[in-house]
């Protein structure tokens, strides 16, 4: 699989999601994009890359379980090296619909960096509670800091051009929220431009997200924290993680 001027890569970071990646891949070929899909299997216990072999897509199985950010990584390295001129983030747990993508990706016409958004009018998504005050407080201050204004900034479902494709390979942390808060401070310190578009999230098709006061309370603190060490450090020149598919 070698990226083209025409065709652009779906990575779907993965961590023990056999009952959803297959659906999810298929999902993303029913829909006719030039597209190639790479799972990234985030040290899986389970069947996950199999499923997703299986599935039609290209596997890049990591040896141990890194988190989202560095699972992330290592699909926009895989990107970077095949020549990619863009690349979009599906989740594999099938709460991004995979028939939003092109409308994700049309931000790129304006700016380097397209989130899809899930509080911007579009669908009935909803948070209450802790973690609806963190996304409020963390969409807040990152707006003043793009110059733009963004409601969803922990939105995973976000594409990349070349430009920041390449400011990815760089920097993009696997600590707590670095795959979307750290990762876009880092990105708009180099000057980055970043829009969002509405799009409507769905609930997973398996398996049941964490929830609760006190977990959302949790929630809360780690998000203020972790977007104070983002507004205050520069990215970290560091190397470039080993990518040999």
Known sequence: M?????????????????QNVGSTVAE?????????????????????AEVAA???????????????????????TYAQRHG????IQVDADGQHNPADIMTVLAGLEQADISIGARFADTGDYEVSGPRRWAM????????RVAGVRLTDVTSGFRAANR??????????????????VDSLVAALH???TVVQVPV??????HGTPSQGFVGSAVYLLRSMFALTLALMRRPRRGAVAEVTA
């Open 163 to 180: 430009r920041a494709i390449d400011q990815y390979v760089q920097y993009y942390p696997a600590e707590y929220l670095g795959d979307t």
């Open 136 to 143: 409020v407080m963390l969409a807040g201050i990152l707006s």
């Open 28 to 48: 993303i070929h029913a829909q006719g994009f030039a597209c190639d899909v790479l799972v990234v299997d985030d040290g899986s216990r389970d069947a996950t």
């Open 200 to 205: 409507a999230m769905r609930p997973r098709l």
């Open 2 to 18: 070698t990226g083209d001027a025409e065709r652009f890569l779906v990575i779907v970071p993965a961590w023990n999601e056999e």
């Open 84 to 87: 990619y001129p863009a690349a």
């Open 54 to 76: 299986a599935a039609g897509a290209t596997v890049l199985t990591l040896p141990f379980n890194l988190g989202v950010g560095g699972a992330m990584r290592a699909g926009f």
């Open 190 to 192: 180099e000057q980055l």
